[in-house]
T-cell receptor, first 113, second 113 residues
Framework: RKEVEQDPGPFNVPEGATVAFNCTYS??????FFWYRQDCRKEPKLLMS???SGNEDGRFTAQLNRASQYISLLIRDSKLSDSATYLC??????????????FGKGTKLSVIP | GAVVSQHPSRVICKSGTSVKIECRSL??????MFWYRQFPKKSLMLMAT?????????EQGVEKDKFLINHASLTLSTLTVTSAHPEDSSFYIC?????????FGPGTRLTVT
């Protein structure tokens, strides 16, 4: 099983649609979780951290299910500017408080007018 | 968010030459910085973890003598690609760690001819 696994897509959705991305991770000791977005030929940018209780930031909602080792990102009312690759990122705790982010390969979203 | 800069943004060099890339955290102190590489349509791959004042930790398969990392201050880390070859052509991205989050620089696109 890959450390962080995502559906590569692409997801092609019309403007205004709601779209959800899923991600699974293999290391049950993982401590923190994030969603980043990456535009073509640009650096990743932190979209939001994912908290155990779930969290929302405007049109974006992130959920974490530790038992199933599963993270999701929901985007409501999609905008053209949401078109990007969304990276699921997990902090792999390899012990002794170490810190290393592991990136999924990303899910590509295209929002169509 | 936090701001990380990288310089240069783009560099073209001849095979056999060395290239230095600078990564600066502009509004926070980054005890730990990371260097990644991303080939076209591939996911980010961690090359090394750089800790201020100590030797970098390299990922398996990354040659430490080829990719020299120096993290001399809390706001600056440098990556030198020595004796670059065409297969080193890639998108090099640094990031700075603040708390449990990472903030990425805009990347350096290296082309070795």
């Amino acid at each position: 099983r890959k450390e962080v696994e995502q559906d590569p897509g692409p997801f092609n959705v019309p403007e205004g649609a709601t779209v959800a991305f899923n991600c699974t991770y293999s290391n049950s000791a993982s401590q923190s979780f994030f969603w980043y977005r990456q535009d073509c030929r640009k650096e990743p940018k932190l979209l939001m951290s994912v908290y155990s209780s779930g969290n929302e930031d405007g049109r974006f909602t992130a959920q974490l299910n530790r038992a199933s080792q599963y993270i999701s990102l929901l985007i409501r009312d999609s905008k053209l500017s949401d078109s990007a690759t969304y990276l699921c990122v997990v902090n792999k705790d390899s012990g002794a408080g170490s810190y290393q982010l592991t990136f999924g390969k990303g899910t590509k979203l295209s929002v169509i007018p | 968010g936090a701001v990380v800069s990288q310089h240069p943004s783009r560099v073209i060099c001849k095979s056999g030459t060395s290239v230095k890339i600078e990564c600066r955290s502009l509004d926070f102190q980054a005890t730990t910085m990371f260097w990644y590489r991303q080939f076209p349509k591939k996911s980010l791959m961690l090359m090394a973890t750089s800790n201020e004042g100590s030797k970098a930790t390299y990922e398996q398969g990354v040659e430490k003598d080829k990719f020299l990392i120096n993290h001399a201050s809390l706001t600056l880390s440098t990556l030198t690609v020595t004796s670059a070859h065409p297969e080193d052509s890639s998108f090099y991205i640094c990031s700075g760690k603040r708390g449990y989050e990472q903030y990425f620089g805009p990347g350096t696109r290296l082309t070795v001819t």
